[in-house]
């Protein structure tokens, strides 16, 4: 019988947003490819029905109605079923510390951490603002791959991060015919991300809209369109009429990204990415890698984002590009469409040799002790 594993993560908080549903399917796919049964779990104490909504739809969508539950509080059968699973399971996979009640996840054999933030959440567990909830873990991961290097600032207390390269499936992400020139540069961000300024020992870290009005001009830097799936708030609107008049083509993410299938039909629509990182990641040199950008390159699509210090832990320069300046941007996006099919083939190369489920989770699987 394979061994179980309870893969906790934020869908229902999370409505029409295709992009962070394929952040959490993708480790369940990662790990059934692998062949261990796995099962699903998010813990949102106030959900509403629209957030309940889309839970169930990403979970039919996923395959998983049979296995994923949504624990909404302590009086429901909701918790009951996921301790139950939890008692089953020999690994508890918790992504961003989604489910925070212990007694869900405590009775797993072992529990990883799965760190989405690089930065954010060291201070603030460094500040105490976490509380305990990083001593509960027997392993802690990040898509930060320079953490605990030493050209990185970000504090690591006592563990021992382990760097994870977003696991993804190229059965998924089918390597489509590429678009014919003039080709599109286009990536799906929100302006300001999901917290505020982070500060911590002094200094405050920047956040993607310091980084967008950075590189404001970055498309008159490239030969082709440059389009954002941009979510930015109306408050904004000062910042969004500076980006279109530089030439940034921006369009609603909810009109063209809001499932997963609508968010994979934009990527395999798309030339390659272009994008610029959140502040506090390239101002750390965390080494941070996006799971869009994973997601990218399966489909074949070659990437160029801003560096955040990740040549240091992976190759970069074919597929997989980044830039730290506006003369490099434009340099490498012309090298991207000089040889674009080579590009395309190294993109999905860099997928199977980095980030497919055996080569993104077996250090992991191997440090925990875990099996199928």
């Given at each position: 019988m394979a061994s179980c594993?309870?893969?906790?993560?934020?869908?229902?908080?999370?409505?029409?947003n295709g992009g962070e549903a394929w952040v959490r399917i993708s480790w369940v796919r990662a790990l059934a490819q692998l062949g261990f049964e796995v099962r699903f779990v998010e813990q949102l104490d106030d959900a509403s029905p629209?957030?309940?909504?889309?839970?169930?739809?990403?979970?039919?969508?996923?395959?998983?109605?049979?296995?994923a539950v949504l624990v909404t509080g302590d009086a429901d059968d909701t918790l009951a079923t996921a301790i139950g699973w939890?008692?089953?399971?020999?690994?508890?996979?918790?992504?961003?510390?989604?489910?925070?009640?212990l007694d869900v996840l405590k009775r797993a054999r072992r529990r990883v951490?799965?760190?989405?933030?690089?930065?954010?959440t060291q201070m603030w567990h460094e500040q105490g603002l976490l509380g305990s909830m990083l001593e509960h873990y027997d392993v802690h991961g990040t898509v930060g791959l320079c953490v605990g290097r030493s050209e990185c600032t970000i504090p690591t207390g006592r563990f021992s991060w382990l760097p994870i390269v977003p696991p993804t499936c190229l059965d998924d992400w089918s390597f489509a015919d590429t678009p014919s020139l003039p080709g599109r540069f286009t990536t799906i961000a929100a302006f300001r991300g999901g917290y505020g300024r982070l500060e911590h020992r002094g200094v405050t870290y920047g956040q993607k809209a310091h980084e967008f009005r950075h590189f404001v001009e970055l498309p008159r830097h490239v030969d082709w369109d440059v389009e954002v799936a941009l979510d930015i708030d109306g408050a904004d609107e000062a910042d969004r009429d500076n980006l279109a008049a530089h030439g940034w083509?921006?369009?609603?993410?909810t009109h063209v990204a809001a499932s997963p299938d609508a968010f994979r039909s934009y990527v395999l629509g798309s030339?390659?990415?272009?994008?610029?990182?959140?502040?506090?990641?390239v101002e750390t040199q965390s080494g941070w890698i996006s799971d869009r950008s994973l997601r990218y390159l399966a489909a074949g699509r070659p990437v160029l984002v801003q560096d955040t210090g990740l040549g240091r832990a992976v190759p970069t320069g074919a597929g997989l590009n980044t830039f730290r300046t506006l003369d490099e941007a434009g340099a490498r996006a012309r090298a991207i469409a000089q040889d674009y099919e080579h590009h395309c083939r190294a993109a999905r190369a860099w997928v199977a040799e980095f980030a497919s489920p055996e080569a993104a989770l077996t250090p992991l699987l191997e440090r925990v002790g875990v099996s199928p």
């Amino acid at each position: 019988m394979a061994s179980c594993v309870l893969v906790a993560g934020a869908l229902a908080a999370k409505p029409r947003n295709g992009g962070e549903a394929w952040v959490r399917i993708s480790w369940v796919r990662a790990l059934a490819q692998l062949g261990f049964e796995v099962r699903f779990v998010e813990q949102l104490d106030d959900a509403s029905p629209a957030a309940r909504a889309w839970f169930d739809t990403v979970v039919k969508w996923a395959g998983l109605e049979a296995r994923a539950v949504l624990v909404t509080g302590d009086a429901d059968d909701t918790l009951a079923t996921a301790i139950g699973w939890s008692d089953a399971a020999e690994l508890f996979v918790n992504i961003s510390g989604n489910v925070r009640h212990l007694d869900v996840l405590k009775r797993a054999r072992r529990r990883v951490y799965v760190d989405l933030d690089p930065g954010y959440t060291q201070m603030w567990h460094e500040q105490g603002l976490l509380g305990s909830m990083l001593e509960h873990y027997d392993v802690h991961g990040t898509v930060g791959l320079c953490v605990g290097r030493s050209e990185c600032t970000i504090p690591t207390g006592r563990f021992s991060w382990l760097p994870i390269v977003p696991p993804t499936c190229l059965d998924d992400w089918s390597f489509a015919d590429t678009p014919s020139l003039p080709g599109r540069f286009t990536t799906i961000a929100a302006f300001r991300g999901g917290y505020g300024r982070l500060e911590h020992r002094g200094v405050t870290y920047g956040q993607k809209a310091h980084e967008f009005r950075h590189f404001v001009e970055l498309p008159r830097h490239v030969d082709w369109d440059v389009e954002v799936a941009l979510d930015i708030d109306g408050a904004d609107e000062a910042d969004r009429d500076n980006l279109a008049a530089h030439g940034w083509h921006l369009v609603d993410p909810t009109h063209v990204a809001a499932s997963p299938d609508a968010f994979r039909s934009y990527v395999l629509g798309s030339s390659a990415e272009l994008s610029v990182a959140q502040g506090a990641y390239v101002e750390t040199q965390s080494g941070w890698i996006s799971d869009r950008s994973l997601r990218y390159l399966a489909a074949g699509r070659p990437v160029l984002v801003q560096d955040t210090g990740l040549g240091r832990a992976v190759p970069t320069g074919a597929g997989l590009n980044t830039f730290r300046t506006l003369d490099e941007a434009g340099a490498r996006a012309r090298a991207i469409a000089q040889d674009y099919e080579h590009h395309c083939r190294a993109a999905r190369a860099w997928v199977a040799e980095f980030a497919s489920p055996e080569a993104a989770l077996t250090p992991l699987l191997e440090r925990v002790g875990v099996s199928p």
